[in-house]
């Protein structure tokens, strides 16, 4: 708002007096400097003898709501609009008040009835165009800021922002328009028209709309003639373009030719550049190329896609001849050479072990997961891509990971005897053997060998016991073989060695949340926020969603469930937070033209509900309503009941009072700290933390409807995380106990065809689709044929063949069989519903859980925990039982399960 | 001699742990927590100091400036130790020489620093060779200066500056 906005005819069109007027726009002013108390002041000297004006009513509340006053202003705002409805400056600030409050549709129609009656207010237009972008009501805010720009044409920003619309609605050719408009309109010799990063910008941002919808030709050679205007300054930009145009347009020279000016700049440790060169010596089609060039990572084309042997030696050539001859210190292209080699050549282990023994000689803790891309897999549903193999079984299997083993040991066992490296005369220092060392172990992790793996790391920490990065690691094995308390042990040392490294600070956290010691991992993170006030809130504040996820989890471990779905709920804040910080960009980002960047965060920002660390927080919040859900008596409306119901009740009867105890203290510290304080903003924020604190166990949010609850975050899933096969497990979950029949089977579908590339079945779709065949019934009195179309798509669900849910159970278990590295949980799912169903004898079950041990996929500790039930619990099977546990001790040898 | 390359580093409260572990596998006795915190205060990196190779802490060496008089003063070598398995690589070498650097220093000499002096467990062949070396002259023997371990008699060593 500006002074232009203070209106003085108002008051039911009497115009204010001399005196009053000025007093306004004082008010106004007082309000944009932000000295309230001085704009509350005027105000009411102006509501003295006018106590029914609007606008000064409307200011003043707008002063109040700055002020953390909310209510106060609302209604304030709420009375000033009751009189003056006809005033823009009521409507506009009756606009900034829901925008304050984050209720921005609300906001829209109040700006927007304050445009009727002043339509070419711009800053009015301006702010509902913010509001517009945020909302993404794309179509609004192109409009609105194609009267901006008829308003003020002269202003570079208007016409970037009406483009800029024009292309976030999808009308590329618009937007290229809107820009071409804008240039033309530029005088000869404009600072627009001279080399400059905003020039620049501009330019490969109208390049990236051209690329975008497909014009490369046009796009190229766009990209030459600015080039030849020599307008720009993002070089490195300009030629991947280049480099991608072109082999789109299949014009593999001049690709060749980019990319290598690309190494010459030194990108040479880049994979995409090493890509996209490789693609282009190999004139591989433009669609092709389109799918390689999206990859991210370490992996360059020969570990992408399979390549025929001509092609490889192709590449082999060029690469050992030219690019290691040109670049002999390039990591990326020593790299890529092993990956052209035949793995079982005497080259390929030539060059491993070169590349091995550079590695440790260096000390490069991250040696293992490097290599470990190097375990590529195809599959023949997987087409001609390659994956990474990381299942143990797959990785113990794997040509590379026995050869790089057998390397591992040849150089440890020189090193040991000799100090030097096999075929070698140099002598290495202690730090050499103990990256083998080092290198073994985690070569064993992959392999799940953790009694091995200990064994090597032990021997490091032995040899050098002042190393932070060799207890985490330590820390790291422990935890797998199954002792997540000892684990925890392991990583404070490692962090007792070096307080100010804040990883092995983190992850010392981490493990202690696991461990489930959540107030000595509060005492952890404490040592790294801000010293003041409550180290929670800082957490909070930093956003610190690992810590919150990992806490949650452990609240939920304690049958904590107010306090578990608290900390969830924070996440989702972040989240919410994150969404609403890109106001900061929207005006930003066209005044600098940083468009490219920022049409990548509005993209961005549209689809972070799909983010990992959400879909886990909303996943949380609904697994553990279901739990509240499902144990209705256990857990009811607090969870102290919870606990005093359990076994060991006196124990957790004196935890829940010292948990009483300690709540009331922090209520004294709070307190006091309000007392002592007394700065009116320092207030505020105290504020802001009691309310948070009015329920710092959740207990408000254990009596909400569970199931309402749950189909709410289940419903934010579909809609933003439709390939995360967990959405659709949860939507099942919600959808199953809401006697909702039609969408719980649409949702093991949409299951279904999210795992369409995998040759077998997800053991939890296979679970729900036998308990939807066993529950799944439509309300009755459903229209009889809506009850065929079920009753059929229900027999669609069990897949081509089977015809009954027996035969479906019998086609898998005789699937499983057929295939020795069936998964372990399919084989536990498959092995009850046979139990279920009296299907096979209870020894056949029993026998596909074990008949395969260990050499099965998908072996967790906790999978192994799952078996081993199960196996007990079948009459007559008790040999099995502890077969199965004597081989899971040996795999977790510190585990208390088995 | 397979030298290894080293860097110095300072002794502080954050890493000071690495300190206890480099004297528990180097030295017979084990010292006060008031040791390891007088270190710290001293924020010097010249008397106190850890020997790094690769980025890890392999040894250590702690002195303190004792005055005799009004005029002199020594450098007193309260301990030197580097692990197991990298001695025999001039660490310890190193961190004695780095001392003896600072002790011929402008800025030592102009606190008047005399001599570097150390006590050395009589049965010490080793130690008393490694000083000697360094330019160390063996000194008085001290009866009962340990109390904790055999044989309890210890040699002073010093260099003359």
Known sequence: MTSKDANPQAGKGIPLPKKETDLFRSVVKHYECKQYKKGIKSADAILKRFPKHGETLCMKGLILNCTGKREEAINMVKLGLMNDMRSHVCWHVYGLIYRSERNYNEAIKAYKQALRIDKENIQILKDLALLQIQMRDLEGFTQTQHLILELKPNLKVNWLAFALGKHMKGDCKGAVDVIDIFLSTLEQGSTDLQKSYETSELALYKNSILAESGRWNEALDHLIECKEKDIIVDNHSWLKMCGYYQLQLERYDQAKDAFLKLFERGSTEDYSVHTGYMLAILNISGDLSKRMMKSKGARALPSLMVLSEMQRSMLQKEYENNMLVQYPKSIATRRIIITLLDVESDEWKEEIQSYIQLNIKRGVPSLGDDLSALFLCCSPENGNEYYVAEDPVDVKGHQAFCNISKIVDDIIDSLENNSTFPNDEDIQPPSTLLWAWFLRSVLHEFAAEYREAIHFIDKCIDQTPTGVDLYELKGRLVKKAGDIAAAAECLDKGRDLDKQDRYINNMTTKYLLQADREKEALEKMALFTRHESDPEQNIFDMQVTWYELELAACYGRKKMYGKCLKKYMAVEKHFEDIHEDQFDFHSYCIRKVTLRAYVDVLRWEDAIWGQDTYVRAAEGIIKTYLHLHDNPTKSSEDDEIDYSSMTAAERKKAKAIARKKKLKEEKKILEEAKREDGDEAKSKTERKNLVKDQDPDGLELLKKPHLDEAKRYAATLVKNAANHLNTWLCQYDVCIRRGKALMAMRALFQALHLCRESKFIHHEIFKRIVDFQENGKLAEGSHPAVVEVFNMEKATLLGPTSKSLNAFILEWYEKVKANPPSALPLRVEVAKAMLRHNIGSPMDASKLIIENGLNVREVTLNNCVEALTVLKSIEGSEQHATEFAALAKKVYHLSSNF | ?161
């Open chain 2, 1 to 161: 001699m397979r030298e290894i390359e080293i860097d110095f580093g300072m002794i502080t409260n954050d890493n000071v742990e690495q300190l206890r572990i480099i004297n528990s596998t180097s030295l017979p006795i084990s010292y006060p927590d008031g040791f390891y915190k007088d270190v710290v205060i001293a924020k010097d990196e010249s008397l106190n100091k850890f020997a790094y190779h690769n980025g890890f802490v392999i040894g250590a060496i702690c002195c303190r400036i004792q005055k005799d008089g009004d005029a002199s003063s020594k450098i007193y070598i309260m301990t030197l130790g580097v692990l197991p398995s990298y001695r025999g690589r001039n660490v310890g070498t190193k961190l004695v020489q780095s001392v003896i650097d600072h002790a011929t220093s402008e800025e030592c000499q102009k606190i008047g620093i005399s001599e570097i002096m150390l006590h050395v467990q009589i049965s010490n062949n080793d130690a008393i060779k490694f000083y000697e070396r360094l330019g160390f002259e063996k000194g008085e023997l001290v009866e009962n200066y340990y109390k904790r371990i055999d044989p309890p008699h210890c040699y002073i060593l010093r260099k003359k500056l």
